[in-house]
């Protein structure tokens, strides 16, 4: 069976950078927001999507 694909996969593949909130959304740990993951997230995000 097929997963439904996420926003962020959706946007990605239709070209649109615009995904800063998708992304940092995926860092929950136990069904709870992680300060720490957050913080990863936008390093990530920082590393990866800005010039």
């Given at each position: 069976?097929?997963?439904?694909?996420?926003?962020?996969?959706?946007?990605?593949?239709?070209?649109?950078?615009?995904?800063y909130?998708?992304?940092?959304?995926?860092?929950?740990?136990?069904?709870?927001?992680?300060?720490?993951?957050?913080?990863?997230?936008?390093a990530e995000?920082?590393?990866?999507?800005?010039?």
């Amino acid at each position: 069976k097929t997963l439904p694909k996420s926003t962020l996969i959706k946007k990605l593949e239709a070209g649109d950078r615009n995904i800063y909130r998708e992304y940092i959304a995926f860092c929950n740990y136990k069904g709870k927001r992680h300060a720490m993951l957050l913080k990863r997230r936008k390093a990530e995000f920082a590393l990866l999507y800005i010039p």
